[in-house]
């Protein structure tokens, strides 16, 4: 079977797991939770299957944009369906399987970049970057945490307990799930910046300076939330906000100068 064809089912299925969720997310007895996951474990593997397909070639790993991107979106979907079986996170839901969706119709129609890397040739650089893929997807994961806590925050202060339905966590919950996922995040990507400083010559080379000083603007907010939560009880709007802004300078290194590079400059 080809990678289109694997490429179009697993945009079905997350399009199915999407939509069995938005059709009954306010609903008393909450989605079909069977037809959801059922949907999604399909959309995950045939993603994974694409991925592996698309990623490892006979000359090399080819790490495009492309690539990368779907990649990081397969992580965040993983992560999120696991943490569903387990925390009832309904709002993430329809939100990561939708964008998932998204992804895979850019597979399907975007022209396929080449970027490749031996990794087998440099284990540091291999190191430097399953950290960082590792470590942005759960700060994304706690981005989306943030906008949850915010959702479930405000129906409480409207006393609209009606919308906080039993397939949500409660707020304590939610906020302590938020704050451990921007931890280990936190944790993972300095370690990751550490790795890089350490073992890549040229970490600080003109074609890598935009993502090491947004990488790092980004660590110094991500750590600079979790001191204040430790130590100034930092919680609400000041923590949702210095996630937000972690995540866009996050996703401005990550993917900044590698969009103007690949998809910019070819179309001009």
């Not at 059709?23 to 399909?42: D, E, M, N």
């Not at 992804?103 to 399953?130: K, R, S």
């Not at 603007?217 to 009880?233: E, N, P, Q, Y």
């Amino acid at each position: 079977m080809s990678t289109a064809l694997f490429t179009a089912f697993a945009l079905l299925a997350y399009l199915v797991a999407t939509g069995s969720v938005l059709l009954r997310i306010f609903h008393p007895q909450g989605p079909h939770f069977k037809t959801t996951f059922s949907a999604a474990v399909l959309g995950v593997v045939l993603h994974a299957l694409v991925l592996g397909d698309m990623l490892f070639t006979g000359q090399g790993q080819n790490f495009s944009l492309l690539n990368v991107s779907s990649l990081v979106c397969w992580l965040i979907t993983v992560a999120v369906t696991l943490t569903a079986l387990r925390t009832p996170i309904i709002l993430l839901l329809p939100v990561v399987y939708g964008f998932a969706a998204m992804v895979q119709l850019a597979v399907l129609t975007l022209p396929h970049n080449v970027q490749l890397h031996h990794f087998e040739q440099n284990v540091g650089l291999l190191v430097h970057i399953t950290l960082a893929f590792i470590a942005y997807a759960i700060l994304m994961m706690a981005m989306l945490y943030s906008f949850q806590v915010s959702y479930i925050n405000n129906k409480l202060k409207q006393k609209n307990i009606a919308a906080v339905t039993r397939h949500m966590p409660p707020l304590v919950q939610a906020e302590i799930l938020q704050f451990r996922l921007l931890l280990a995040g936190t944790v993972l990507l300095g370690l990751a910046l550490l790795v890089a400083a350490l073992f890549m010559d040229n970490w600080l080379a003109k074609e890598n300076l935009h993502k090491t000083i947004f990488s790092l603007l980004g660590f110094i907010v991500f750590a600079t939330l979790c001191w204040g939560h430790a130590r100034k009880g930092w919680r609400g709007k000041i923590a949702n906000t210095l996630t937000i802004a972690g995540a866009a300078l996050l996703t401005l290194g990550y993917f900044g100068s590698r969009f103007v590079r690949e998809v910019l400059l070819n179309t001009l």
